[in-house]
Structure formats: C-alpha cells, structure tokens
C-alpha cells in the first residue's frame, strides 16, 4: 500500500477526531459541545497508536501539528502537516502501518467513504446524481 494514499485515507477520521476530541485527542478529553462518533474514535485511535509508537522528538512533532490542526479545523496545511508527522512515524516503524491499517473499518482494505455534515451524501461507486439541500425535485432526463 502506498504510504501517501494510506495516510491521505485516514484524513476523514482525523478530522472528525480532532472535531470532536480537539487538541485533547490524545487524552480522550472532548472538546466543549462535542460528541465521539465511530469516526472520531477510529480518528483517535490512529493518533494515540502513533504516539505511543515514536520517539519523544516524534511526539513533541506529533502533539504541535494536533494542536494547529485543532485550532484551524479549516487549514489543510494543517491537516497535511498532521499526515506528514504519521507518515515520519510510518517510515520510522513499517510495523506501524499494520496496527493503523487493523484500526480502520475493514481493516484499511477496500474503500471506505463517509458523510459528514448535514446534508452529505457519501457513495462508494457511481451512484448517479446526488443532490443535497432544499427544494430540489427530482432531475430531469
């Protein structure tokens, strides 16, 4: 598996964990309003597996890019910047993929797609045409 491809799979359950863990993700601590959803736990539990894996400088890195990526939930740098602390972590220890791969559902095999958000559609092939929002009937041939 491509180590670029596996690590930019986990960005929907980063996201969702740092939503709902914020910059507590590592420490279970919810942010304020927030509610855990499987995605958010799947989120965390990569996290968790690739601090308790790396060496401190790896945690010091791992724990400043969780912080900006929780402070601007919008910056994909940010987010980027958390994929290239795992994947230092990934190239550090190749073993480490295993344990993330067995923590997504299906056991990082196949596709997975998720919908977040009011109104999200998630599809996993060719669906046709998904409309979301209000006020729409249905499309005409």
């Given at each position: 598996m491509a180590e670029a491809?596996?690590?930019?799979?986990?960005t929907p359950f980063l996201r969702?964990?740092?939503?709902?863990?914020?910059?507590?993700?590592?420490s279970g601590e919810a942010a304020a309003g927030a509610s855990g959803t499987a995605a958010a736990?799947?989120?965390?539990?990569?996290?968790?597996?690739?601090?308790?894996?790396?060496d401190e400088r790896?945690?010091?890195?791992?724990?400043e890019a969780i912080q900006e990526a929780a402070a601007e939930p919008g910056?994909?740098?940010?987010?980027?910047?958390?994929r290239q602390?795992?994947?230092?972590?990934?190239r550090k220890h190749p073993e480490l993929e295993g344990e993330l791969a067995a923590l997504l559902p299906g056991g990082g095999g196949g596709t997975t797609v998720i919908a977040s958000?009011?109104?999200?559609?998630?599809?996993?092939g060719n669906?046709?045409?998904?409309?979301?929002?209000?006020?729409?009937?249905?499309?005409?041939p």
């Open positions: 491809e596996f690590v930019q799979g986990m969702e964990s740092l939503g709902a863990y914020g910059d507590g993700v590592l736990e799947v989120g965390r539990g990569l996290l968790r597996a690739t601090y308790r894996r790396v790896g945690r010091e890195g791992l724990e910056n994909e740098d940010a987010v980027g910047a958390l602390e795992i994947r230092r972590a990934l958000g009011a109104r999200s559609v998630a599809a996993g669906i046709g045409i998904a409309i979301t929002g209000d006020g729409h009937g249905s499309p005409k």
